[in-house]
């Protein structure tokens, strides 16, 4: 890992649904594995702890419950950084939220999703986020989306102009729409010269919806390292922030935008 980088893991596999124990003893795993890798953060995907259900609000927690101690117990066990999820009460409805959990188990980060997926009834369970959500690890700003999140290209040029080199998408995105998982996350990172790291369940079972395709993209639209086939997977690779200066520097497009006309015309 050359200086100024810093290494993560994505962690693509099927999670039990409604069995965050089973979930849990498998995302420890999983995080020690990705300590050996060297990494300093490893990502789960969408509503991990119990598989992504539009109108699943069970096992909720306020932010100090069970399933945010799960995932703080992971993140010290393993020593690294840990991407996960959770379901977040509120007033109303509970929130789809993806959190950052430190060494320390601190959580450093939380983003509760924005654009909740309505053709499939999440508005009607789920209350949607309205704030963006960045962290530093090293020299490497981060941001966090969520799923359905990759269709608005707004949110990661919010990002891109917030100075985020790279935005984590975890998602449970399905199999009858893989070519546009992969589609938006090339073009989310070409468009913001970004690195776009996308985090999707495997498909292990005959019944399974998602069927992968977790991959890291750069500045430049390439997939840098993506899981092969559709079952479990530990993929990792270096982020760093001088990719993303050098992209912008040999192919400077964002100076030509055009930002005092686009919100007239």
Request: aromatic residues 10%; hydrophobic residues 40%.
């Amino acid at each position: 890992m050359s200086e100024g980088t810093v290494r993560i893991c994505c962690v693509q596999t099927e999670s039990v649904p409604d069995d965050p124990e089973i979930n849990f003893t498998r995302a420890k795993d999983f995080a020690l594995e990705a300590r050996k890798e060297g990494a300093s953060l490893v990502a789960f995907s969408e509503q991990y702890p119990t598989g992504w259900d539009p109108h699943g609000t069970s096992f909720t927690d306020d932010g100090s419950g069970a399933i945010c101690r799960c995932w703080s117990a992971v993140a010290k066990e393993a020593g690294i950084h840990v991407l996960g999820s959770y379901r977040k009460e509120t007033d109303t409805l509970p929130q789809n939220v993806a959190a950052v959990f430190a060494p320390d188990g601190t959580c450093i980060a939380e983003y509760a999703k924005i654009h909740l997926f309505s053709p499939g009834g999440e508005d009607e369970s789920f209350l949607s986020g309205e704030k963006l959500s960045i962290f530093t690890l090293g020299k490497v700003r981060f941001g966090i989306a969520i799923c359905y999140d990759l269709r608005f290209a707004d949110l990661f040029g919010a990002y891109a102009r917030a100075g985020c080199d790279a935005v984590i998408v975890p998602a449970a995105w399905p199999c009858a729409r893989l070519k546009h998982w992969n589609l938006f996350l090339h073009a989310r990172a070409l468009e913001n010269q970004i690195y776009v790291v996308g985090i999707n369940p495997a498909k292990e079972s005959a019944g399974g919806v998602n069927c992968g395709g977790t991959t890291v993209v750069d500045p430049w639209g390439e997939a840098v390292v993506q899981a092969e086939g559709v079952g479990t997977a530990l993929i990792c690779t270096d982020i760093g922030s001088a990719a993303v200066r050098a992209a912008r520097a040999a192919f400077p497009v964002r100076a030509d935008r055009r930002d005092d006309l686009y919100s007239s015309l």
